[in-house]
């Protein structure tokens, strides 16, 4: 039993730590960098009886993913984790999950996609999902990768939601650093995140079958029902967050949408993820020089928080976007989603990419955003 | 109690239906079982075959070949085809031990 | 109940869509018979997938799930893992896809579940193609077949590449039990399914299921032609159990194989010259078979 302690861990030691406590009962796992530690912990906990569950280690992250659907087809609260080129390879299960409705939860440590071969930090892998119908929740340090995954849990099985949930970390900044971290007692998440009981599941008393084909008289109703839970979710993720504050004292933003120093500023930074810790740190710096520059870091990507965001910037003048993934030919693909919820609101909005690949976001550039956007210029590749 | 009855049957009433009837269940789950009953695989027929129950010797051996579990035991132990489901690929014709199936092309 | 010692209740209902004189559909309905009401059922994309689930339709009276093309194996694996969590060690688990997920997109997570030894029976529907996407070769096509990307051409005479051979592998994997089978002998299929699932540990079977568009054959004819397979030793029955081979049946009298050729319209552009190798090639594998007929040639790792 994990008695609440505080202590100094890495992201995907403490990822593995509240996937514990979250008692899944079979974790199909397959390692890649820089997520790979998650598979080893929870391994070490199996191996050691610390955690009663069944391991798969399966041949390949495709068959990781499938392993998964075979385990919420039948009834079973799971996990697997994975990164860049994994995810990519599951990318063909991975709107098959949210289809069925499986309220999974997957850990994926960003990591640049291929073409050339990168294992460092970008947020590429899991941008190219945002269509897939999973939920996409990130985290700027590893109390919130803690507390994000058991949050994932109670938001996925919610009977409003019933969707699949991505925990998306930065790759190796937050895997890989260690920060000081509340582990929490196993009680008070038992209480907080109660078992699994889903309602339709292979059972030799009750055949249903799963994974049928429907035709185009009945597929589009099927993506309308998933729309209607995203939309569902943005109000869950929400209650999830103050329920999970009122119990462990810690909330972020409103669930969707974290701000800071946005009260007085007219000019604000929006990113996703770990940059949002050095951001604030330049913040700080200007707020000594008498500047007040902004933060807004989304925490919920999927369902996207278009009300949410507009009711936070309503006064800020301009919005630099730190973009961590290229959909080329199209520019940042977090701008463009910005840009189409603040469609009509009188906001310039600039596209800073950053930290492709893992090249390092140091200060000097956040400072190259805000100056660029506080002179009006136009954004550019933080080079 | 009678709060969370009252629940769980409204939630049977509410299965949500499509404009076009179909039942939308979540994740396209299907809850019964062997529902293609419903669906006549009889009037694909060109061929029709006919089981003389005179000649039928009871072997079994068309009812462990039909491919759409279209041919059934009777009460007197004979076997008999059911049309609801037959599609006409002769193989209860072929297997027959004693030659006592015969087919036509159906007339309809 | 029972007729002729079969389970008479049908798992496989009526009504499915797939076409008349099917062989995999006959052959699926005996699998489910012998495996009973205690059965769980993971499937591959193809032919059966596609006509018996056509939502909000199903054929299925068992537990039935269905997620891709290649990944039946590693559906299985989460099913096995999950039911052993939940305590219920006494259902069966039975993946089944066609050769083209069996033998190719589906090999490798095929072999990923016989190296972990997950407690399941795996089934291949062998017809020889990728037939429910319109009869494509795959690894499993015979020599010298005619199909849409293997055609019976002017400068290549259809596929040129020997049938991989998918049960010697999955053997060499240490699985307790590995088998053929045909439909035109139920018994034995029943016999061997039943085998199988009392096994514990991954076990496979394959299964010679004529395909009437496929094969361009009549479809009455699925019996015979499974018969004269038999019989020209194109399709031999056997079992590796405990790593020894054994054949099963052998034919009370070998035919040449051109009267399992002459039956198909896919190999009716088959000269001498190619009947001669196919005979060569058909003669070869069966003196394999017959050298090594009661030998240990696997050792089993679990």
Redesign the interface.
């Given at each position: 039993m994990i008695m609440s302690e505080r202590k100094v861990i890495s992201g995907s030691d403490v990822m593995a730590h509240a996937v514990k406590m979250c008692r899944p009962k079979v974790l199909p796992m397959f390692p890649i960098t820089p997520s790979t530690l998650i598979p080893e912990r929870l391994s070490e906990f199996v191996f050691n009886g610390e955690l009663d569950a069944k391991l798969i280690h399966v041949e390949s992250e495709h068959s990781a993913i499938s392993a998964l659907y075979g385990v919420y087809a039948t009834g079973v609260r799971s996990f697997t984790a994975t990164a860049s080129q994994g995810l990519a390879l599951m990318h063909e299960i991975i709107p098959i999950v949210s289809g069925s409705r499986f309220p999974a939860v997957m850990a994926v440590a960003n990591r640049a996609l291929s073409g050339p071969l990168n294992i460092w930090n970008d947020q590429s892998d899991t941008i190219s999902e945002r269509d897939q119908g999973w939920i996409q929740l990130y985290c700027e340090n590893n109390q919130e990768a803690f507390d994000t995954l058991i949050m994932a849990y109670k938001i996925a099985e919610n009977s409003k939601v019933l969707t699949p949930v991505m925990v998306c970390v930065d790759g190796f900044y937050l895997t890989h650093a260690y920060e000081p971290v509340q582990i929490e007692d196993q009680k008070d998440v038992d209480e907080f995140l109660p078992e699994y009981k889903p309602l339709d599941f292979l059972d030799t008393s009750s055949p249903k079958t799963f994974g049928a084909f429907a035709q185009p008289n009945s597929y589009m109703d099927f993506k309308l029902e998933q729309e209607i839970a995203m939309e569902n979710a943005l109000k869950v993720i929400s209650e999830v967050n103050s329920e999970f504050g009122k119990k462990f004292g810690r909330t972020y933003g409103d669930g969707l949408i974290e701000t800071y120093n946005t009260s007085k500023a007219k000019v604000a930074l929006l990113c996703l993820g770990s940059v949002g810790g050095t951001i604030k740190e330049v913040i700080d710096e200007y707020k000594k020089k008498g500047k007040e520059i902004g933060l807004i870091r989304l925490k919920s990507y999927r369902p996207f928080p278009t009300e949410q965001l507009k009711k936070v910037t309503k006064n800020i003048k301009a919005i630099g976007v730190i973009d961590k993934h290229a959909s080329i030919g199209f520019g940042g693909a977090l701008t463009n989603d910005v840009k189409a919820a603040l469609f009509g609101e009188k906001v310039q909005i600039e596209s800073f990419m950053a930290g492709l690949g893992g090249r390092d976001i140091d200060r000097a550039k956040i400072r190259d955003a805000i100056e660029t956007m506080m002179k009006g210029k136009s954004g550019k590749w933080l080079k | 109690m009678a709060k969370e009855k009252k629940e769980v049957v409204e939630k049977k009433d509410t299965t949500k239906v499509n404009a076009s009837g179909i039942p939308l269940n979540m994740g396209a789950v299907i809850l019964e079982p062997g529902s293609t009953k419903k669906y006549k695989t009889g009037e694909w027929r060109t061929f029709i075959p006919m089981i003389d129950s005179t000649k039928c010797i009871k072997c079994g051996q068309c009812w462990m070949t039909c491919p759409d579990a279209a041919i059934f035991k009777a009460e007197d132990g004979s076997f008999r085809i059911n049309y609801t489901y037959c599609k006409g690929c002769l193989l209860c014709e072929k297997v027959c031990p004693v030659k006592c199936i015969s087919h036509k092309v159906e007339e309809k | 109940m029972a007729?002729?010692g079969?389970d008479?209740k049908?798992y496989?209902?009526?009504?499915?869509?797939?076409?008349?004189?099917?062989?995999e559909?006959?052959a699926i309905?005996?699998i489910l018979k012998a495996a009973g009401?205690?059965?769980?059922m993971?499937m591959a994309t193809g032919c059966m997938?596609?006509v018996?689930?056509?939502?909000?339709?199903?054929?299925?009276?068992?537990?039935?799930?269905?997620?891709?093309f290649?990944?039946a194996?590693?559906?299985?694996?989460?099913?096995r893992?999950?039911?052993?969590?939940?305590g219920e060690h006494d259902?069966n688990v039975i993946a089944i896809g066609g050769d083209g997920s069996s033998f190719d997109i589906g090999f490798?997570?095929l072999?990923?579940a016989f190296?972990?030894g997950t407690k399941f029976l795996y089934v291949c529907t062998d017809n020889e193609a990728y037939m429910n996407t319109g009869i494509q070769r795959s690894g499993a096509t015979f020599p010298f077949a005619n199909t849409t990307t293997s055609p019976a051409g002017k400068v290549i005479h259809g596929k040129q590449e020997p049938k991989k051979p998918l049960p010697f592998i999955l053997a060499a994997h240490g699985a307790k039990y590995i088998a053929t089978a045909s439909v035109m002998n139920?018994f034995d299929l029943n016999k061997k399914v039943k085998k199988a699932l009392a096994t514990n540990g991954p076990t496979f079977i394959t299964v010679f299921v004529p395909c009437i568009p496929g094969w361009k054959i009549d479809?009455?004819?699925?019996?015979?032609i499974s018969k004269k397979a038999f019989e020209t030793n194109v399709y031999p029955l056997y079992e590796i159990e405990d790593g020894v081979l054994k054949i099963t049946q052998k034919p009370t009298e070998k035919k040449p194989v051109e009267e399992y050729l002459m039956m198909q319209g896919r190999f009716k552009h088959v000269t001498p010259d190619i009947a001669k190798k196919i005979q060569e090639y058909v003669d070869a594998r069966m003196k394999f078979l017959e050298e090594n007929d009661g030998k240990k040639i696997f050792d089993t790792l679990f």
């Open positions: - | - | 007729v002729l079969i008479e049908e496989f209902a009526s009504g499915h869509r797939a076409c008349a004189g099917c062989g559909a006959l309905r005996h009401q205690k059965t769980m993971v997938e596609v018996s689930t056509p939502y909000p339709e199903t054929s299925w009276e068992l537990p039935w799930v269905h997620c891709a290649e990944n194996s590693a559906v299985a694996s989460g099913v893992a999950a039911l052993e969590a939940k259902t490798g997570s072999s990923g190296e972990r139920l479809s009455s004819a699925t019996i015979d």
